[in-house]
Every structure is written in structure tokens, then in C-alpha cells.
């Protein structure tokens, strides 16, 4: 049984920093794994993907301030963000594929495996 359980979310001030951690269970560690989020009303997002040979993308609006990881000894994939914004508020989700296809692995269609979320709010 696939298992993808996030951590890590919680509410802070803009300017501050937060680790977000996905543990992954029942499926291979070669997955293509990726962080998502929505926020309000709009459409889930991609936020940042790592790839099985370790290449990372990155949405424009992160990139230089959001770095993903991933332990594969653990099965666990971290999203560190830094100087969060008010914008960056919303419900991060991470997600895992067997295969992404190249250059859409910021796309939801990709991902056939998803956890619950977890709300991260940044106040102005």
C-alpha cells in the first residue's frame, strides 16, 4: 500500500524559513517525486520536482528560495523554504511517480500518488 505522509507545515512570519518533510512508504525509492501546493481557490501547483538521478526544477516563483531533497535511506523528501512570503501560503502536498515526462514534472497529470497536505501560512 502506497503511503506518503507530509510534515513540517505550521504558520510564520514572512522573512522566516521552514523545512516541510514527505515519508514515503510502498513503492520503489526510484519514484520521481515531487512537491505540490494550492493555494486558496486556484489550481494545485508545482513547486518544486527531484528527479530519480537527482536533477531538481524549480517553479520561477521559488527558485533561489526553495531547495528539495530527498534521503533515500529514509524514503523521505524534504522541501526546505526560505524567506517565505505572504504568497507562499497554501496547503503543500508531495507526490510521487514510476514516470515523469521530461520537462512536465511540475505537472499534476504526472504524479499518480499524492499525500494529505499540509497548510503552511506565512503572515505579512
Known amino acids: 500500500q502506497v503511503k506518503l505522509v507530509e510534515f513540517g507545515g505550521g504558520s510564520v512570519n514572512a522573512g522566516d524559513n521552514l523545512t516541510l518533510s514527505c515519508v514515503y512508504s510502498?513503492?520503489?525509492?526510484?519514484?520521481?517525486m515531487a512537491w505540490f501546493r494550492q493555494i486558496a481557490e486556484k489550481e494545485r501547483e508545482g513547486v518544486a520536482a527531484?528527479?530519480?538521478?537527482?536533477?531538481?526544477t524549480y517553479a520561477d516563483s521559488v527558485k533561489g528560495r526553495f531547495t528539495v531533497s530527498q534521503d533515500r535511506t529514509k524514503n523521505t523528501l524534504f522541501l526546505q523554504m526560505s524567506r517565505l512570503k505572504p504568497e507562499d501560503t497554501g496547503v503543500y502536498y508531495c507526490?510521487?511517480?514510476?514516470?515523469?515526462?521530461?520537462?512536465?514534472?511540475?505537472?499534476?497529470?504526472?504524479?499518480?500518488?499524492w499525500g494529505q497536505g499540509t497548510q503552511v501560512t506565512v503572515s505579512s
Open positions: 507526490a510521487g511517480s514510476g514516470v515523469v515526462t521530461p520537462g512536465r514534472s511540475l505537472l499534476t497529470y504526472e504524479y499518480n500518488y
Open positions: 510502498g513503492y520503489s525509492n526510484d519514484y520521481e
Open positions: 527531484i528527479a530519480r538521478n537527482g536533477d531538481t
